[in-house]
């Protein structure tokens, strides 16, 4: 392939040659999703999903069955999530903003309080009777973890993209978060018809369990890449003067 250099030359520009990255067939995907493990970050976007829609199916009919709640307390339960979301969220920018943090490191964090969540979930949910304190550990814990591993995730999945098409690859995201929100929910409503609750906890848990299992194989993938490491990697040679020109065009 022409290298920028070249392009250069006959007038072409860069823009000329970045248009080429675009790729056609199975080959951006191949890129993308296998070679810099975009899978991954399509992975976390699909627990997400699927962890957040269970959870907001089951937890009111738990409350209303176990504890006899009506409208009024589940309000202020839902209100209490969403504290715990804006708290996750702020902890996101916060930690994004640190010279120290990674995105995979806020990942890993987020897996702790998922993990976390679960160990409380087996220990104390999984019988007929779930005990307030149990579901409301269990619930800030989830929640926490699920909003803060998403936009690092995403972040990073964006700059993998590269130079292919960005519409498209995102649009993957959305379907993937698409089959979640259509899994969760189900899963969640079947298992709710069952005497105990260690169905329910334990299909979460094993989705959950996908993302800390395959995070080590990907780990030094799982970073923010420049807008021209890719473009660059595809260069046989890429000298100084043909960096030089990208920095000036």
């Known amino acids: ?46 627990v997400t999903g699927f962890e957040i829609t269970a959870l907001e199916t089951a937890i009111t009919p738990l409350t209303s069955e176990q ?7 589940n309000s202020f339960m839902f209100a209490g999530i969403t504290a715990i979301a804006l ?5 996101t920018i916060v930690l994004d903003k640190q010279s120290w943090c990674s995105p995979r490191l806020i990942i890993a964090l987020a897996q702790t309080s998922l993990g976390g969540a679960f160990v409380i979930a087996l220990a104390l949910c999984g019988g007929p009777k779930v ?5 409301l550990l269990f619930g800030g814990f989830l929640v ?3 909003v803060l591993q998403g ?14 098409d960005k519409g498209v690859f995102m649009g993957y995201s959305q379907i993937v978060l698409g089959i979640a929100r259509i899994f969760g929910p189900l899963f969640a409503g079947l298992t709710l018809e069952f005497h105990t609750h260690w169905l329910l906890f334990g299909i979460l848990c094993l989705v959950y369990m996908a993302t800390p299992v395959s995070f080590p194989f990907v780990w030094n993938k799982i970073k923010k ?7 660059y990697s595809g260069m046989e ?12 065009d």
């Open 1 to 46: 392939s022409e290298t920028g250099w070249d392009n250069q030359e006959e007038g072409g520009g860069w823009e000329d040659e970045r248009a080429d990255g675009v790729g056609s067939g199975w080959e951006p995907i191949k890129t993308v999703v296998l070679k810099r493990a975009g899978w991954f970050c399509l992975l976390v976007n699909f």
């Open 67 to 73: 504890y006899g709640w009506g409208t009024q307390n």
């Open 87 to 91: 708290v996750a969220i702020v902890s």
């Open 131 to 135: 005990p307030v304190y149990g579901l």
């Open 144 to 146: 926490y973890g699920v």
């Open 151 to 164: 936009p690092p995730a995403m972040g990073v999945y964006s700059t993998m993209i590269g130079h292919y």
């Open 225 to 231: 890449h420049d807008d021209d490491e890719f473009y």
């Open 237 to 248: 040679d890429p000298s100084a003067d043909d960096r030089d020109i990208a920095v000036k």
